[in-house]
């Protein structure tokens, strides 16, 4: 094992700060209980544009398809982890095949989706559906938690998340607060890109801002599910300098 004095210590962090590009030196600050929050100086939307794909699209539009290509049903909710990261889907199925809606979490694994998002196909056929039994059942609401992420599985319509993990439906329609305390507006939509929460998109009309902006998505110790307000680490004078998210150049986005 190798050890360093102080002074050879200081020199190498000194170097090493020295060649880490100033970009990336600011690309995160710290709010007040020590989590990481990106510098919006260094946020774009390009990416989103490009590889996101938004949830509230999803919800309007995804038609659930079994693996028959048949259309089966349609997307109820995303289920995620607090750090953003997608678990699953829920979606309502079985009016097609005339047994009545039921509502079946799928893990986000068993799904594939359209590059469009006009599809989303699941691996659950009629005759599978009613084998399926609800999980984490407590006082009759069914209850998904991380561990129960990995099957698919009939839950209850009006599904309650466990404590590590929240629906799309918990966070989409709290109001925004910055961190100075203002309200600025609410919650309207989720972008996800690479299998997790890259943003979160405000309504800010309220505020006194049109339009709709996004921002990344910020996990500390406040809890995002914890509505009805979700916490930005971002004060007035951070926020102002967004211009506005323009759907249409939101290449996965379908009609």
Not at 43 to 71: I, K, Q
Not at 126 to 148: L, N, P
Not at 197 to 204: E, F, K, L, N, P
């Amino acid at each position: 094992m190798t050890y360093f004095t102080t002074a050879a210590r200081t020199a190498t962090a000194i170097t090493l700060v020295a060649a880490i590009p100033a970009f990336a030196q600011d690309s995160e600050n710290q709010d007040s209980d020590g989590d990481s929050v990106q510098v919006l100086a260094t946020w774009t939307y390009a990416p989103l544009y490009e590889d996101g794909w938004s949830v509230e699209n999803m919800f309007n539009v995804t038609d659930v398809t079994g693996p028959g290509d048949e259309v089966i049903g349609d997307v109820e909710n995303v289920i995620f982890r607090n750090n953003g990261e997608v678990l699953g889907i829920v979606a309502q199925v079985g009016g097609f095949w005339d047994i009545g809606d039921t509502h079946v979490f799928v893990p986000w694994d068993d799904v594939s989706v359209g590059d469009d998002l006009s599809q989303a196909q699941v691996p659950v056929t009629e005759e599978e559906v009613d084998d399926f039994d609800i999980f984490g059942a407590t006082e009759g609401d069914a209850m998904v938690a991380e561990s129960d992420a990995s099957d698919t599985n009939v839950v209850d319509d009006d599904l309650v998340a466990g404590e590590s993990v929240f629906k799309a439906t918990d966070l989409i329609g709290d109001y925004a607060y910055l961190s100075d305390g203002v309200q600025y507006g609410y919650v309207a939509d989720l972008i996800v890109q690479d299998g997790r929460i890259s943003a979160v998109v405000s309504d800010a009309a309220s505020y006194g801002r049109s339009g709709y902006y996004a921002y990344p998505y910020q996990y500390g110790r406040g809890s995002p599910r914890m509505g009805p307000r979700y916490q930005m680490p971002y004060d007035q004078s951070e926020i102002d300098t967004i211009e506005s998210f323009d759907y249409t150049q939101l290449q996965s986005r379908a009609e």
